[in-house]
């Protein structure tokens, strides 16, 4: 009796499994909603029944039971890279011919896809079965909201067997979001509660993936598509496309709209077309991604600190609107540059409420003459900050007056100063108010120190109450000081003390982007921890040896070696690790040294490593792998086909070696390199 109940079970879960499948996968349903709702109910009864024989896996058990406590952080096992963008024919043709360059050939298609408008997402399955579900997070770690993805229908939690082995570890990246009439129904109840409105099905996606209770996640119909794997244990195919039908085979679900292109022209056909159909979809795209099909030609082509070379975003033309400006106030930023911003009657556009706009600079609004009262048209750039972009000129109202170019600081009254570098008016004065704020916004923010619950008016709180004058403040506030505030009681005011305790150990990477150098972003930065290790060694690197790194030029060389010698600088830092903020140094893999200080190229098809590998090996024995041949270059490693960069190194004199030497080098038997 119990063997013939638990085959029962397991060919309820198999039949269960089989019609998610038709359902979300291939979108061919075989049976009415009651008789997958009698399926589902019988299993249910079963397991409750015989609770032994319930497992993870079973479709009964996608939703959590309790609210979670918090989200814990996962580490990408391969980083999730962010994307360039295009946004017209000539630019993708730009890329296309950087692809060929690179290449050295034209023997190459693309796979184009909808950028579909959701979070991109992680999934790990061991041995077929999902473990992790992760957000992207910062690109190197992610949330865990494993017990979120789980109530995702369109999600397996285990792969379905397709005749072939299933790989030991697969990771497969995706976009969750949230279909346009589900986005609907769901902003038609909330308004019915008094509840507030969600922005956009993006906004709507984020939030359901994010709630702590994965009982209401469950309720927001939320789905899926996957288009690329992740860490495998082995690949599933030679190419994209080969790839994404596997994960059809195995259960995910893939979009049925991407195409293969044969070569740049076929790619802006497929683009322009869906430009014009994209209403057509239930859910949202703001764009196309133009992929290099082959596997083995990305690794030739390589990423940049941020961005794969062999892949592209085509942005769809901005959306735009028209509004009037009610006013134009200016806002002081962090190194004390004054932009004007139109204050716009509010109007929806690209599925946002717009009420503030950018011009920029006041050369830019002398140019566009905007002012106060003119009628204008607006745009999101990249589809998300709106500017505007041109003004209805007939529909001025009389009297209607430029607005005046400020000659003081709007915030502490210091007299401006022209930047001609960079066509802005600044405020120089180190101590405004206004600079301040900014500098404490940007320095909490999520790309930098990620302060939990400090936000834009609790800062301006604390500086207008004189509260905090400088970074360090931050790190000296008692509980008395938050409590005494507007709207603070005693348990907000500690996670906020929570939140600044918490960043006294971010990475180094963020420490310095927090810090405001110049030119200095997050990318620049973790390049920076990642070459000197620690601050101490940061700060006494001579501008030759930052100008000699890859990716950092002579200009940010500069900025960087002149931040950490000007004495205005010197006592904020000094003052942030007088306080316990303590940068973490990176950790470097393990090096056996043989290649320390040493540049080297890899060029050309290897037989015993792929590009990749063979970079590694370099970085693991000390050395420094680089993407171009210079005199600086100690050696290239070349394979089959090596094409240019064998002739450039010929030419200036530069070793070549090839795999077999280069094995004996990390082995230790070949010192002639030296």
């Not at 050309?604 to 680089?626: H, M, N, W, Y």
Request: hydrophobic share 40%; glycine share 8%.
């Amino acid at each position: 009796m119990a063997g013939d109940i638990d085959k029962r079970i397991e060919g309820l879960r198999r039949e269960i499994r089989t019609h998610d499948h038709l359902y979300y996968v291939l979108s061919q349903p075989q049976i009415a909603d009651q008789d997958y709702d009698r399926l589902f109910a019988e299993l249910k009864q079963l397991e409750a029944a015989h609770p032994e024989l319930v497992t993870p896996d079973s479709p009964t058990q996608r939703v959590a039971g309790r609210p979670l406590e918090g989200f814990a952080t996962v580490r990408h096992a391969v980083p999730m890279l962010s994307m360039d963008n295009t946004y017209n024919a000539d630019e993708l043709k730009a890329f296309d011919d950087r692809v060929a360059r690179q290449l050295e050939t034209e023997d190459y298609d693309y796979v184009v896809e909808l950028k579909i408008d959701g979070l991109a997402i992680s999934l790990r399955y061991e041995r077929g079965v999902l473990v992790t579900g992760a957000t992207r997070g910062d690109g190197e770690v992610g949330d865990d909201v494993t017990s979120n993805i789980r109530t995702i229908k369109a999600i397996p939690l285990s792969l379905l067997a397709d005749g072939g082995h299933l790989p030991d570890v697969l990771e497969v990246r995706g976009e969750v979001y949230m279909p346009t009439s589900s986005f609907a129904e769901l902003n038609r109840l909330r308004t019915e509660a008094e509840e507030s409105a969600f922005a956009n099905p993006r906004n709507a996606a984020a939030g359901s993936l994010k709630l702590l209770d994965a009982r209401v996640t469950a309720t927001r119909n939320l789905s899926f598509f996957a288009y690329a794997p992740g860490e495998t244990s082995a690949p599933l195919g030679n190419d994209h496309y080969h790839t994404l039908e596997r994960f059809k085979t195995l259960g995910l679900p893939v979009n049925p709209h991407i195409e293969r292109a044969g070569d740049i022209n076929g790619v802006i056909e497929v683009c322009l077309g869906w430009s014009r159909r994209r209403a057509e979809l239930d859910y949202q795209i703001d764009g196309m991604v133009v992929k290099v099909n082959r596997f083995d030609q990305r690794e030739v082509l390589g990423a940049t600190g941020r961005a794969p070379r062999w892949c592209i975003s085509y942005k769809f033309p901005a959306e735009r609107a028209e509004t009037v400006v009610e006013s134009i106030v200016v806002q002081v930023g962090k190194s004390g540059a004054l932009t004007p911003v139109a204050n716009l009657t509010p109007v929806p556009l690209s599925g946002t409420t717009v009420r503030r706009a950018s011009l920029h600079n006041f050369d830019e609004m002398q140019r566009l003459d905007v002012r106060p009262g003119d009628t204008v048209l607006i745009e999101k750039a990249g589809e998300i900050i709106p500017q505007v972009v041109e003004v209805k000129q007939d529909y001025r109202p009389e009297g209607a007056e430029p607005f005046p170019i400020p000659e003081k600081c709007p915030v502490c009254g210091c007299s401006v100063v022209r930047d001609e570098a960079e066509v802005r008016l600044r405020c120089p004065n180190p101590q405004c108010p206004g600079q301040l704020k900014e500098r404490l916004r940007y320095f909490a923010g999520r790309g930098q120190m990620d302060i939990e619950r400090l936000g834009t008016s609790l800062i301006e709180q604390l500086v207008e109450e004189g509260l905090v004058k400088s970074f360090a403040d931050l790190y000296r506030l008692r509980l008395e000081d938050l409590t005494a505030l507007e709207r603070m009681g005693d348990k907000s005011a500690q996670n906020v003390l929570d939140g600044i305790e918490a960043s006294k150990t971010r990475p180094l990477w963020r420490f310095l982007a927090a810090l405001g150098i110049r030119h200095v972003g997050s990318q620049s930065a973790q390049i920076l921890a990642e070459h000197f290790g620690s601050l101490e060694v940061l700060r006494a690197a001579q501008q030759e040896e930052l100008e000699a790194i890859d990716q950092i030029g002579p200009v940010m060389a500069e900025s960087i070696y002149a931040y950490f010698r000007d004495v205005r600088y010197q006592p904020v830092i000094e003052a942030l690790l007088a306080v316990g903020v303590k940068p973490e140094a990176e950790t470097r893999a393990p090096s056996t040294g043989v290649l320390e200080g040493k540049t080297i190229v890899v060029t050309g098809s290897l037989e015993r490593f792929t590009r990749r590998q063979a970079q590694q090996a370099i970085k693991e024995a000390g050395g420094k792998a680089s993407s171009s041949v210079s005199k600086k270059t100690d050696f290239v490693l070349a394979g089959k086909d090596p094409g240019s960069k064998l002739d450039k190194a010929q030419r200036l004199g530069v070793a070549v070696i090839d795999e077999e030497q280069f094995s004996r080098i990390l082995l230790g038997e070949d010192q002639s390199y030296e």
